[in-house]
């Protein structure tokens, strides 16, 4: 079964770091997604990718994150200056053209 | 937003029991799909729902995609200790590249 791979599962940064979070997504899926679940909340949804932009991102979504897809296969969200309240896990997903969302397992990032 | 009002919001039920949850909104959605999510997991999919009134079956697990395009509901047959964990409905509002929309979840504790 393909699967969508998210590295790392968890990452620990201070206040203010860059962090860089990774997603492979499956091999011939065309559309890519970021969400964050933040502790004992809803799956929300960030920002979504489609032939090398974003075509979708929410509020959330503001001047501190970015997304690229550097090559054919790597997926990423950066996040310029971390605050507390980025605390949380970040779900890549990806799809092919129905709606067969594949989600990853999640990196959990934890702002100190 | 849209957004989507699920309920219970938790369940305790002894195994073998029959469990029932569902979702509402206020908009219609195109379709309708339910994830269940284990501790440190991304959410998998269980169910998919494309067509208002479909009755899709995936084992002990059934969902159905309102005929209004405005609820669903999931029901789980015959409890099982591995049913534990979080389900999520989520919809999507329109046909595209639309992001999806998650309910708040449904937290499933079953009682051997």
């Known amino acids: 079964e393909p699967e969508v791979t998210q590295t790392p599962s968890h990452q620990v940064t201070q206040m203010g770091q860059e962090v860089i979070l990774r997603c492979v997504p499956i091999?011939?899926?065309?559309?890519f997604y970021w969400y964050r679940q933040i502790l004992g909340q809803k799956v929300e949804f960030l920002v979504s990718?489609?032939?090398?932009?974003?075509?979708?991102k929410s509020e959330i979504f503001d001047d501190q994150f970015s997304v690229e897809r550097p090559d054919g296969s790597n997926f990423t969200l950066k996040i310029r200056s971390t605050k507390l309240e980025d605390s949380a896990m970040y779900f890549c997903?990806?799809?092919?053209?129905?709606?067969?969302?594949?989600f990853g397992s999640g990196t959990r990032l934890t702002v100190v | 937003g849209q957004q989507l009002n699920q309920s219970p919001q938790s369940m305790f039920i002894q195994e073998g029991e029959d469990v029932s949850m569902n979702c509402t909104s206020s908009?219609?959605?195109?379709?309708w799909l339910w994830y269940k999510q284990e501790p440190g997991e991304g959410p998998v999919l269980l169910i998919a729902?494309?067509?208002?009134?479909e009755l899709t079956s995936n084992g002990r697990l059934t969902a159905q995609f309102g005929i209004t395009r405005k609820d669903s509901f999931l029901n789980i047959s015959a409890s099982i200790p591995s049913d534990v964990g979080i389900y999520f409905c989520?919809?999507?509002?329109?046909?595209?590249?639309?992001?999806?929309?998650f309910g708040k979840g449904t937290r499933l504790s079953v009682i051997a």
């Open positions: 091999s011939n899926h065309l559309y």
């Open positions: 997903a990806s799809r092919d053209n129905g709606y067969g969302y594949t």
């Open positions: 990718f489609y032939n090398n932009e974003i075509s979708e």
């Open positions: 908009s219609i959605f195109n379709t």
């Open positions: 729902l494309y067509k208002a009134g």
């Open positions: 989520a919809g999507q509002p329109n046909s595209g590249n639309t992001p999806l929309v």
